[in-house]
């Protein structure tokens, strides 16, 4: 009986082992704009970096007189990003302003979605880079903005889960790595519907 009380305690052990194991693996990389000013490239790699979390800041309120270009770009020429803005706090509007650009086209037109606190929106990229801006001015500042950029892999025929995709509800195709973190890296949330407390 002791020996399979024991038993159990260990199976059950190493199976929690393996669940804690499978959710680090998951987590999305997390990188603060004001850390990366003016850096080279980042690439998005469908195996080794195929989404990251991209926040203006870690601190509570951004820097005042601020001009920063952090650029991003696909490892693949077929591959496309998907940029999800989650959350906005740019007070001081329009004096700070964030900027998205699609090669060399701004995406976030609409003034609105430039500055203040707009609700969560979302683009996908038709070229394979892509710069995120931002700029302030001496006065007024807030808490910035947190997005999520993912790769889309708009050639994949079908989206095959079987070899590492996830096919999203609106057609965006994303690395399977990406489904169930506590992101939303398809623009429509479907990779975070349905996630049971396991595979979560
Ligand atoms: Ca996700």
Redesign the pocket.
């Known amino acids: 009986m002791a020996i399979i009380s024991r038993f159990s305690t260990l199976t059950t052990l190493c199976l929690l082992i393996l669940i804690i194991q499978t959710n680090a693996g998951k987590a999305?990389e997390k990188f603060f704009m004001d850390k990366m000013c003016g850096q080279d490239h980042l690439v998005l790699d469908g195996d080794k970096r195929p989404?990251i979390s991209f926040q203006l800041t870690n601190s509570n309120k951004y820097k005042s007189n601020t001009n920063c270009t952090v650029k991003f770009r696909t490892a693949q020429p077929s591959q496309r990003i998907v940029i999800t803005v989650e959350k906005m706090d740019i007070a001081d509007c329009p004096s700070d302003t964030l900027l998205i650009y699609d090669g060399t086209t701004v995406l976030n037109k609409n003034a609105n979605q430039q500055c203040g606190s707009p609700a969560f929106f979302t683009f996908t990229s038709s070229t394979t880079q892509v710069s995120i801006t931002f700029q302030s001015n001496s006065a007024v500042e807030s808490s910035g903005f947190q997005m999520?950029i993912?790769l889309h892999f708009p050639t994949v025929p079908a989206c095959p889960q079987n070899l590492g995709f996830y096919q999203c509800k609106n057609r965006n195709c994303?690395s399977k790595q990406?489904?169930?973190?506590?992101?939303?890296?398809?623009g429509d949330s479907t990779?975070?519907n349905e996630c049971s407390l396991i595979s979560h």
């Open positions: 999305t989404g999520a993912a994303i990406l489904k169930c973190d506590g992101r939303n890296h398809c990779d975070e």
